[in-house]
């Protein structure tokens, strides 16, 4: 069974890190362990904890983060560029679309007034022939 | 890269904000810098995996940029950024199916990126020794369940008090010194034995 004085240890021990404790607490601690093998190892096991937790806040950030985080961010902010492309592509292709249609116009009349003309030659030529 | 230090008032921070609110978009890199230390801390100690703790990181970098519309300059931006942080890793491990797994890799690289320091009386026998301590640390925070695991990181190594931890994980302040002295509890039996 434990002792008062080991619950009063524990306490102490549990709240290592949480708050400075005072000299004299410290020092009553201290003799409780010395005395108390349980209390002792307690004590040892909980310092250890502490320690490598400690030891954990060495770890810094992979020197790539920044640079993801940007990158991630800056085509977020710029959203509307690739709409504006869009759009620009969009007017290129109705340019494209419209300068395809004018030559098709264009070859469709050319083509209709040399075969008017090819017509009338031809008429010309049969009217030639006839009289020939 | 040297980080930038950190305003003791937080004034440098809440002038950086406004101007990230004014779109000086490029402004938020020198946040990033300040903080990413902390931020991928938080987060690696409570995964315990570098690449997810940097993806973590960097998704709570943007929820922040996203945020800095609705954060108040009056107050400091440490416990702001820590806190979405720790949400986001916490959102991390509850979402996955087998949040106690301990991947390997945790445990074996954070051997590997500190260098404990061993006291030179402590000789061959002390190092190995508190290498052993330190493995089997890493390896029952990792493998304390979500709660507990966050306290503790947020308390021992963040150094929150346990009202901000509370805010945190929004629990009262007593719970969440519950957490921790349980927490630390385990840890403490992991060394049963050794110690």
């Known amino acids: 069974m434990k002792k008062k004085s080991c619950n009063r240890a524990r306490e102490a021990i549990e709240s290592l890190g949480d708050t400075r404790r005072g000299h004299q607490g410290w020092l009553s601690l201290r003799r409780h362990v010395r005395r108390c093998p349980d209390c ?4 040892a096991r909980t310092e250890s904890v502490i320690e490598a937790l400690d030891e954990i806040q060495r770890v810094s950030a992979p020197d790539e983060l920044l640079e993801a985080v940007m990158d991630g961010l800056i085509p977020e902010l710029f959203y509307e560029s690739p709409a504006v ?40 030529e049969l009217t030639s022939i006839g009289t020939a | 890269m040297a980080p930038r230090r950190l305003s003791r008032d937080g004034s440098e921070e809440a ?33 315990g995996d570098r690449e997810e703790a940097r993806d973590l990181a960097q998704e709570a970098f943007m929820r922040a940029f996203e945020g800095l519309a609705t954060f108040n300059v009056k ?34 690289d954070a051997g590997a990126d500190r260098e404990p320091p061993v006291p030179e009386s402590d000789g061959p026998e ?27 990181v947020l308390h021992h190594m963040e150094g929150m008090s346990y009202s901000e931890i509370g805010d945190i994980l929004g629990v009262p302040r007593n719970t969440a010194k519950t957490w921790v002295h349980r927490a630390k509890g385990e840890l ?5 034995g050794v110690i």
């Open chain 1, 40 to 43: 002792g190892a307690y004590l």
């Open chain 1, 85 to 124: 492309e869009e759009s620009s592509r969009g007017r290129r292709g109705l340019l494209v679309l419209a300068g395809a249609a004018g030559i098709g116009v264009t070859a469709a009349v050319a083509l209709a007034a040399r075969r008017h003309k090819v017509g009338q030659n031809g008429e010309e």
């Open chain 2, 15 to 47: 002038r950086l904000v406004e101007r990230c609110r004014q779109g000086e978009v490029e402004v938020f890199a020198t946040l990033v810098e300040m903080y990413q230390d902390d931020v991928y801390r938080i987060i690696y100690r409570m995964i």
């Open chain 2, 75 to 108: 107050k400091p931006f440490r416990p702001w950024m820590c806190r979405i942080a720790a949400n986001i890793a916490i959102d991390h491990l509850r979402r996955q199916d087998h949040p106690n797994d301990i991947p390997l890799e945790a445990v074996f």
């Open chain 2, 126 to 152: 002390g190092a190995a020794l508190s290498h052993e301590v330190s493995d089997i640390v890493w390896r029952e925070l990792l493998g304390l369940q979500v709660n507990w695991r966050a306290a503790i």
């Open chain 2, 188 to 192: 403490c039996r992991s060394l049963e």
